[in-house]
């Protein structure tokens, strides 16, 4: 079982869709996760951390559940600007990021 | 957040020929990292570069086809040695500075540049 899986996407909605990507990990020792964005042909650069809580910024909620081992990311009201792919980041103290393959997002108008 | 600079941003190269990329910050950073993204595959750690000691490699990397320089707080190279077409990959040099840690776990939040897109003939 690889460490990081997300859904296989792509994913390709309206403008003004909600949209939700899962992502699950391997590890319960993880303490650490995050979503990155990845533009086309550019570098990964952060879009939010995931907190046990839950957590909102603007139009993205994420969500932990560490019982399943278990995270999401949603985002509502689709902008064509949306349109990248998405990675799940996890991290246990002491140790290297590990990245998802990524979840291609695709918004038309 | 740190800002970095990357280059080559591309390059084609000969089989069996050696490129070094270089990574340049604009503040002093303690960790400097670099990853491999091969097309289709997700980020992975090839080695962590700390100034005035040796690089630590992942596992499936070696020092002699992947030798890291670290002179100084802002500067990095990574060498991909002897190369062939498996090499071919966006090589992305990253680094963790203080002001970027995650607030509640404290976990490393890194900031990446732009990525050398090495394609070996």
């Known amino acids: 079982r690889k460490e990081v899986e997300q859904d296989p996407g792509p994913f390709n909605v309206p403008e003004g869709a909600t949209v939700a990507f899962n992502c699950t990990y391997s590890?319960?020792?993880?303490?650490?996760f995050f979503w990155y964005r990845q533009d086309c042909r550019k570098e990964p650069k952060l879009l939010m951390s995931?907190?046990?809580s839950g957590n909102e910024d603007g139009r993205f909620t994420a969500q932990l559940n560490r019982a399943s081992q278990y995270i999401s990311l949603l985002i509502r009201d689709s902008k064509l600007s949306d349109s990248a792919t998405y990675l799940c980041v996890v991290n246990q103290a002491g140790t290297a990021l590990i990245f998802g393959k990524g979840t291609t997002l695709s918004v038309s108008s | 957040s740190a800002v970095i600079s990357q280059k080559p941003s591309r390059d084609i190269c000969q089989r069996g020929t050696s490129l070094t990329i270089q990574c340049q910050v604009d503040?002093?950073?303690?960790?400097m990292f670099w990853y491999r993204q091969q097309p289709g595959q997700s980020l992975t750690l090839i080695a962590t570069a700390n100034q005035g000691s040796e690089a630590t490699y992942e596992s499936g990397f070696v020092i002699d086809k992947f030798p890291i320089s670290r002179p100084n707080l802002t500067f990095s190279t990574l060498t991909v040695s002897n190369m062939s077409p498996e090499d071919s990959s966006i090589y992305l040099c990253?680094?963790?500075?203080?002001?970027?840690?995650?607030?509640?776990?404290?976990?490393?939040?890194?900031?990446f540049g732009a990525g050398s897109r090495l394609t070996v003939l």
């Open positions: 995931v907190y046990s």
């Open positions: 990253s680094v963790e500075t203080r002001e970027d840690r995650e607030p509640t776990s404290g976990a490393n939040v890194l900031t």
């Open positions: 590890n319960s020792a993880s303490q650490s």
């Open positions: 503040s002093q950073v303690t960790m």
